[in-house]
């Protein structure tokens, strides 16, 4: 069965950098785009980015241009995003997900269960 | 970019109740309109795609409609499992912005 399984839980201080994992298992990993998306306490889910596991390439949301970096390994299956000079406003669950298309167009249908960041001095 | 308001923010029901949850966009999105459940700390669930199709293993009772900027998705019988917050989504063009989300709560 599909799966995603992300990397545990993560405290950072002011200023450093974060970098979370999300492996993914049961489906062929270059045939489909890999999402990332975050929800600060009580707020909906945010996109940031995504990858196409295939060959590398990445689009991200304007406001994480320049912070964040996804990329792929594709002899593990592993997706990776890095995100840096946190502040607290990054406190956040993160999320890794698939993309299924259709007609050209998606939508998530298997997510990984989310990595808590918390920024704190 | 377009953005996606949903309507009520939050909504109480009884088990067996039928409610509707809104969803517009700013901007017209042809059908590319996802809905989610979510549980606490839980990653968001697909229930509905393409405005009006039932995600696999889905319960019936889960339904979508619309088109354009104006979509709903309708619960019929309630049950307790259903009571979660639910998001609308749109796969028009990125950023693939979610509403800000509707609390389903047991009356």
């Known amino acids: 069965q599909v799966q995603l399984v992300q990397s545990g839980a993560e405290v950072k201080k002011p200023g450093a950098s974060v970098k979370i994992s999300c492996k993914a298992s049961g489906y062929t990993f270059t045939y489909h785009y890999v999402h990332w998306v975050r929800q600060a306490p009580g707020q909906g889910p945010l996109w940031m980015g995504l990858?196409?596991?295939?060959?590398?390439?990445?689009t991200y949301a304007e406001e994480f241009r320049g912070r964040v970096t996804v990329t792929r390994d594709t002899s593990t299956s592993t997706v990776y995003m890095e995100v840096d000079s946190l502040t607290s406003e990054d406190t956040a669950v993160y999320y890794c997900?698939?993309?299924?298309?259709?007609?050209?167009?998606?939508?998530?249908?298997?997510w990984g269960q989310g990595t808590l960041v918390t920024v704190s001095s | 970019d377009i953005q996606m308001t949903q309507s009520p923010s939050s909504l109480s029901a009884s088990v067996g109740d039928r409610v509707t949850i809104t969803c517009r966009a700013s901007q017209t999105i042809s059908s590319y309109l996802n809905w989610y459940q979510q549980k606490p700390g839980k990653a968001p669930n697909l229930l509905i795609y393409?405005?009006?199709s039932l995600q696999i293993g889905v319960p019936s009772r889960f339904s979508g409609s619309g088109f354009g900027t104006d979509f709903t998705l309708t619960i019929s019988n309630l049950q307790p499992e259903d009571f979660a917050t639910y998001y609308c989504q749109q796969s028009y063009n990125n950023p693939p912005h979610f509403g800000q989300g509707t609390r389903l709560e047991i009356k």
């Open positions: 997900a698939r993309e299924r298309p259709y007609g050209g167009k998606y939508f998530f249908d298997h």
């Open positions: 393409a405005a009006s």
């Open positions: 990858i196409i596991p295939e060959d590398g390439r990445t």
